[in-house]
């Protein structure tokens, strides 16, 4: 699943993100990674439950995957061609899984 949104953003592929990922977060994405960045050499790495307190979906059932990547053309807020590793947060809405943040920490 994640590997799946990894990939549609670096292919630009607006509208298989938008069904991996809650409206709100689509929005995010459509502003920021979908527009100008890429996250190469991407490496899924452990997961965990219950990713979702103090969020919106503190009540649901949630995940985070960690996600080591390689930002290239991303925004000054981030080292070009410096691998990072980040947190994608998952929750689980209508029998399937969607994300609805990433980021550092």
Known sequence: MVQAVVDAINDRDAELVAEMTTSGFH???EQTWLARGYLTDATIGATRDRAGPGTAYSEANTAAVNLTF???QADSSMTNGEPTTW?????EQDGRWVVFDMGAG
Do not use: A, I, K, R
Request: hydrophobic fraction near 45%.
């Open 27 to 29: 929005d995010h994405l």
């Open 70 to 72: 390689t930002p290239e």
């Open 87 to 91: 947190s994608v947060l998952l929750v």
